[in-house]
């Protein structure tokens, strides 16, 4: 009888403690992703350096060595799924996948939906144009046909910029880019980083104007409320301070 009384105290005592940690049994994303072995990364697989197709297959870049980190700490392995970059948030707040890793730039419209990590790189937009088109500024955009991808923050800006002849929308950069380069478009509105790496590909056809257009920051996607946040949040913090988002970056960019 004793020994019943003992076991039922010890499991009340466990249940209490489960219910004063949330990240004890269900409710914890962290633990789910342990029991599942994988860490699953929604991304849009055309936004070098952050993320791009590898010479061997596969998606490499900034934002997938971030992940890769994330999943070290957890102890698992990183699956990638990809998919357009404006299906991305409404995905990871459904659960179809654990983190959002698309060179996402923190917004409160987003923010509605899904939660952020800290920022890891700050990112901006600009105008990726013609060579020699002579286009530097958002108000020589004044009449022009403008591309963008669709629901990103470089469609936000033409939107609100608001003096374009047109806005052209597409589901991901390497449409828009292939518009621009067979001379559909005037101008892309898009993140510096791609804009360079995109340029430098094609270096006596585009080049990026000017200068910035917008101050932003980059950040994970992590659904609402998950314990997963604290850990990337962790591993962000340990790699900014070993440099290592940097080395990324450069790693990533054109040698
Ligand atoms: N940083 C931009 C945004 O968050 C573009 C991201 C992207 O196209 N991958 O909207």
Same mark, same amino acid.
């Given at each position: 009888?004793?020994?019943?009384?003992?076991? /039922?105290?010890?499991? #009340?005592?466990? *249940?209490?403690?489960?219910?004063?940690?949330?990240?004890?049994?269900?409710?914890?994303? &962290?633990?789910?992703?342990?029991?599942?072995?994988?860490l699953v990364v929604l991304t849009s697989s055309?936004?070098?350096?952050?993320?791009? !197709? %590898?010479?061997?297959?596969?998606?490499?870049?900034?934002? #997938?060595?971030?992940?890769?980190?994330?999943?070290?700490?957890? %102890? &698992? =392995? *990183?699956?990638? &799924?990809?998919?357009?970059?404006? +299906?991305?948030? @409404?995905? &990871?707040?459904? %659960?179809k996948g654990h983190i959002a890793a698309a060179g996402m730039t923190v917004t409160e419209e987003r923010r509605q939906i899904m939660d952020f990590t800290e920022s890891y790189l700050p990112a901006a937009q600009y105008l990726l144009v013609p060579a020699g088109s002579g286009i530097k500024t958002a108000a020589d955009l004044e009449g022009k046909v403008v591309g963008v991808q669709v629901g990103t923050t470089g469609d936000h800006?033409?939107? !609100? !910029?608001?003096?374009?002849?047109?806005?052209?929308?597409?589901?991901?950069?390497? =449409?828009?880019?292939?518009?621009?380069?067979? %001379?559909? *478009? +005037?101008?892309?509105?898009?993140?510096? *980083?791609?804009?360079?790496?995109? @340029? @430098? !590909?094609?270096?006596?056809?585009?080049?990026?104007?000017?200068?910035? /257009?917008t101050e932003e920051e980059y950040a994970l996607g992590i659904a609402k409320d998950s314990d997963l946040l604290k850990k990337a949040n962790k591993v962000i913090a340990e790699l900014k301070e070993e440099g290592k988002i940097d080395a990324f970056v450069s790693n990533h960019s054109m040698k």
């Open positions: 009888m004793k020994k019943w009384t003992r076991l /039922l105290t010890a499991l #009340m005592a466990a *249940l209490l403690i489960c219910g004063m940690f949330a990240a004890c049994g269900k409710g914890s994303e &962290v633990a789910e992703i342990k029991k599942s072995g994988k055309d936004f070098p350096p952050f993320e791009y !197709q %590898g010479e061997e297959g596969g998606t490499i870049g900034v934002d #997938m060595e971030i992940c890769q980190a994330i999943a070290d700490e957890l %102890g &698992v =392995e *990183l699956e990638v &799924v990809d998919m357009d970059f404006a +299906d991305i948030p @409404a995905a &990871v707040a459904a %659960g800006f033409a939107t !609100q !910029q608001g003096n374009a002849k047109s806005i052209e929308r597409y589901a991901t950069l390497t =449409e828009a880019s292939a518009a621009l380069m067979s %001379g559909k *478009l +005037d101008a892309v509105v898009v993140d510096e *980083l791609p804009a360079r790496a995109i @340029a @430098a !590909q094609n270096a006596d056809k585009l080049e990026v104007a000017g200068e910035k /257009l």
